[in-house]
């Protein structure tokens, strides 16, 4: 008898322990590489990439708007987004871990060194990641559940940094889904020069407009979408007055991390973008 009640406790603690271990690999996506949209950005991976951290860059994942540029200029590419391939991986991963690695110089901050895809549709993995970044903005177009994940996910404290989109016809489809998030928020608000975020580690009173790399090529390509534009920095506060969501309006943030190590790339674009992400990423941790 004694040693079936050891036995029977031997396989309760077993079963336990096999349920905490699903319940965690439910909670939290495992790592993993998409493909990127554009070849340059296929880079290896890190040597200490499987090394836990305090902080990791959250790459946010987003269905791609029937309308967008990208949608028409790459018709015949990957056609499932949650496979990558698409607007939510422009810059990916490359920019993510050039940022992570610059994060790690400048600050005491202990950040993995590779990036986290995060899927809004992925039951509550959103909410094990508290920094999100996303670019391309006028390419989104979330679902009603989407928004209303995103929207939960913010009002728990989560932030958000968007990027990289220009001119009213981007800003109209992004305001698609926003609105979808935020019907009760002004989400054009431009950031005050003394906001905390913009002094929470370096002060950046002075800021200018960050070209991207594809805006430098002359007037070839997609150059066209940065001509006539200003840059403007807006927010979206919550109802503590905490900025939840800063945006990047008319400059391309994600292209200075990216291209960071590029010798043909202006190092002053390099040079406010990583402050301006690091500020963010301060921000968010401490208010």
């Known amino acids: 008898m004694a040693r079936s009640i050891k036995?029977?406790?031997?396989?309760?603690?077993?079963?336990?322990?096999?349920?905490?271990?699903?319940?965690?690999v439910h909670a939290q996506r495992p790592f993993r590489v998409y493909q990127p949209l554009e070849g340059y950005d296929d880079i290896p991976l890190?040597?200490?990439?499987?090394?836990?951290?305090?902080?990791?860059?959250?790459?946010?994942?987003?269905?791609p708007h029937p309308e967008s540029m990208f949608t028409r200029r790459y018709r015949g590419g990957p056609s499932d987004w949650t496979r990558g391939g698409t607007s939510w991986t422009q810059d990916y991963p490359r920019a993510d871990r050039h940022?992570?690695?610059?994060?790690?110089?400048?600050?005491?901050?202990?950040?993995r060194s590779v990036e986290q895809p995060v899927n809004l549709d992925d039951?509550?993995?959103?909410?094990?990641?508290?920094?999100?970044?996303?670019?391309?903005?006028?390419?989104?177009?979330l679902s009603p559940a989407e928004a209303k994940k995103l929207r939960e996910y913010l009002d728990r404290g989560g932030f958000l940094?968007?990027?990289?989109?220009?001119?009213?016809?981007?800003?109209?489809?992004?305001?698609?889904?926003?609105?979808?998030?935020f019907p009760d928020r002004n989400i054009s608000e431009e950031i005050p020069n003394d906001d905390p975020i913009f002094h929470s580690v370096y002060d950046i009173s002075e800021r200018y407009q960050v070209?991207?790399?594809w805006s430098l090529r002359g007037g070839s390509g997609?150059?066209?979408?940065?001509?006539g534009t200003t840059a403007h920095w807006y927010?979206?506060?919550?109802?503590?007055?905490?900025?939840?969501?800063?945006?990047?309006?008319?400059?391309?943030?994600?292209?200075?991390w990216e291209w960071a190590d590029d010798p043909y790339y202006p190092e002053r674009y390099s040079a406010l973008g990583i402050r301006l992400a690091v500020n963010y990423t301060i921000y968010a941790l401490t208010h």
């Open 211 to 213: 070209l991207g790399q």
């Open 161 to 181: 940094l968007l990027d990289d989109f220009w001119g009213p016809q981007e800003w109209e489809r992004f305001e698609e889904s926003m609105r979808e998030v």
């Open 123 to 141: 039951d509550d993995d959103v909410f094990n990641w508290p920094w999100l970044c996303a670019g391309e903005m006028g390419d989104w177009k």
């Open 235 to 256: 927010e979206i506060k919550d109802d503590k007055n905490r900025i939840v969501v800063a945006m990047n309006f008319n400059s391309d943030v994600g292209d200075s």
């Open 7 to 24: 036995a029977w406790k031997a396989g309760l603690i077993t079963a336990a322990a096999l349920f905490a271990c699903v319940t965690i």
């Open 222 to 227: 997609i150059a066209y979408r940065a001509l």
């Open 46 to 63: 890190p040597p200490d990439y499987q090394e836990p951290a305090e902080w990791v860059f959250g790459r946010l994942m987003y269905p």
């Open 99 to 111: 940022f992570a690695a610059a994060l790690r110089r400048l600050t005491r901050i202990n950040a």
